[in-house]
Structures are given as structure tokens and as C-alpha cells.
């Protein structure tokens, strides 16, 4: 079917309606950026084309070169049989208004901790000058560092992974938006070894449950499972966080955790936390906030 339209089809509408029809015949689960057959077709055609991502209607029934035909056709074809996420195979991924460079050495970028940056934090942090230390724990592909570089602008930050594989696209992303001098990328496993204390520490650690792993659709089972599963219940990274976070922060420092769909889980392990979770476009239920004296158990 892909030779036959390699063929026929020559504008622009033509591969759109190629590429949706595709997509929802095959099945494909969308979750890396968009949550639907059309709109994720749309940004793949786009991207491939060099055409502005916000603009569609004035190119769709422009002729396609055959060699741009071709380009687009392989990556229709590898998202359908491959079932890779659309940023693997463009190599790109947003969060927010910020884009990153990603492959399958990094999960693709989809924290709420990025909303709750600057201002959603105005009650805990008075003013952003006042961070001037930030450590991002799990940081992947860096995209959270260096949101906190743009919203603390006063602060040096701290990237920590444990796969280093996933440092050296940090690495290209902290390089590309110029921040080597105040990204730190380290290699070790959440805060062993660091002999620093931080206004901020935000992590979206691994945190999918044993069972839920093995259910995941295929296109999640591209991403790195280092990334993923986190024990029987998803919580051994979140528990080794909240064991030690309060000796890593400064006095009023602030913790936000990214934890999934394990609220209920967490608040029967540690009840005597005083839990803050935030709202985010995903609901109220994932992302935590403690300060160093929650933690510690301290009036404030």
C-alpha cells in the first residue's frame, strides 16, 4: 500500500488523509504529544517538510517533490509498523512552549512538574531570585533543568541521571539552548553523592507499577525501562526521595515529586505527611510539595 501511494498521491491533503487512514486502521496509541490520529499525522507531516507546526491549511494542497513524498511516506510506514512514538522518529519533542531533542536512549518529555514552575510556586517560593540552588533528580533528557534555568534565573542546577545514556542527550539539549555554565549533568543514582543543599528539587522519577508495565501499549515499551517501572507498586524511587530530600534542602526549601496515578497508594504509606498536590492540566492527584520542615516533621 505504501509503494501504491508513493505513486498516486501528490499534495500535501493527499498524505494527511494517507497518513490518518493509516494510523487509525493500525491502531496506534497516541500519548507522546498529541491524542489523536489527525492531529499527530499533522505534526509529522509538518515537521518533515520544514513548514511552520502551527500552520497547515495554506500548504495542504501544495505538490510534494518526490523525494519529499519519499521522506514522509518511510516515516508514516515506521510509525505504523514500528509503532515508534512520532518524537523518536522526529527527533523532537515540546513541553510547554520549550522543545527538546529526544530518542529512544530518553523518555519522551510529558511531566506536569513544568506547569508549576514560577508562579504556580508564588506561595512557597516568594520570589524566583530567591533559588539559588536547583537539583532535578531522574532528569532524562534535561528538559526540566533547563525550564528551571529560564524561570530561577539566578539559580545553578544540578542534573542528575543514573543512565548515561540518557546524560548525553541531555547533554545536546543543555548545549543547545547555551546553558553549560549553569546545568551541572551528573551521573549517579538520585542524591548519592552529592554533597549539596538546594532551594528547589523537582523530579519525575520512574513510577509505573509492576503491572501496569506489563500492560503498557507498544509504543511505551520503546522508551527506556530504566525510565519506567519503579518495583511492585511504582513507588521505590518516590520512597528513596522522600527518605532523604530534607537533608538536601535548604531551610524552606521545596520538593515536588511527579508521581502518576499513585496518590492513594502514597497517602497510606506516609500519613503523617502533610501532602500538598497541585493542580495541573492532568488533575490535582499527580505532583506532590513538601518542604524541608514537612519533611522533617518541623512547624514551619
Not at 14 to 43: I, M, P, Q, T
Request: proline share 5%; hydrophobic share 40%; aromatic share 10%.
Amino acid at each position: 500500500m505504501f509503494k501504491e501511494a508513493a505513486r498516486h498521491l501528490n499534495t500535501l491533503r493527499d498524505l494527511l488523509r494517507f497518513a490518518v487512514s493509516r494510523f487509525n486502521e493500525a491502531g496506534l496509541y497516541f500519548g507522546h504529544g498529541s491524542d489523536n490520529a489527525h492531529d499527530e499525522a499533522a505534526y509529522l507531516i509538518l515537521h518533515t517538510l520544514n513548514l511552520p507546526l502551527d500552520t497547515l491549511k495554506p500548504y495542504l494542497d501544495a505538490a510534494l517533490l518526490p523525494t519529499e513524498k519519499e521522506q514522509v511516506l518511510q516515516l508514516i510506514e515506521r510509525r505504523v509498523k514500528e509503532r515508534l512514538p512520532v518524537a523518536y522518529l522526529t527527533n523532537q519533542a515540546w513541553q510547554g512552549e520549550f522543545d527538546f531533542y529526544v530518542d529512544e536512549r530518553v523518555i519522551v518529555p510529558r511531566s506536569f512538574i513544568y506547569e508549576l514552575l514560577g508562579d504556580r510556586l508564588r506561595p512557597w517560593i516568594e520570589y524566583d531570585e530567591l533559588v539559588h540552588s536547583a537539583l532535578d533528580l531522574c532528569t532524562g533528557s534535561g528538559c526540566l533543568a533547563i525550564q528551571m534555568a529560564h524561570y530561577y534565573p539566578d539559580a545553578a542546577i544540578d542534573a542528575v541521571d543514573l543512565s548515561l545514556d540518557a546524560l548525553e542527550v541531555a547533554a545536546i539539549n543543555v548545549e543547545s539552548y547555551g546553558l553549560e555554565e549553569r546545568i551541572n549533568l551528573i551521573h549517579t543514582d538520585l542524591f548519592e553523592g552529592l554533597d549539596t543543599t538546594y532551594d528547589l528539587i523537582v523530579s519525575n522519577p520512574p513510577y509505573v507499577d509492576a503491572e501496569s508495565v506489563e500492560s503498557l501499549p507498544e509504543e511505551y515499551l520503546h522508551e527506556p525501562e530504566l525510565a519506567l517501572g519503579s518495583g511492585i507498586d511504582g513507588l521505590d524511587a518516590t520512597r528513596q526521595i522522600l527518605q532523604q530530600a530534607a537533608r538536601y534542602l535548604n531551610p524552606k526549601g521545596v520538593l515536588l515529586v511527579e508521581i502518576g496515578h499513585n496518590r492513594e497508594e502514597l497517602e497510606r504509606a506516609y500519613p503523617e505527611l502533610p501532602f500538598t498536590w497541585l493542580e495541573t492540566s492532568g488533575g490535582d492527584g499527580f505532583v506532590l510539595l513538601l518542604t524541608r520542615e514537612q519533611l522533617l516533621g518541623e512547624q514551619e
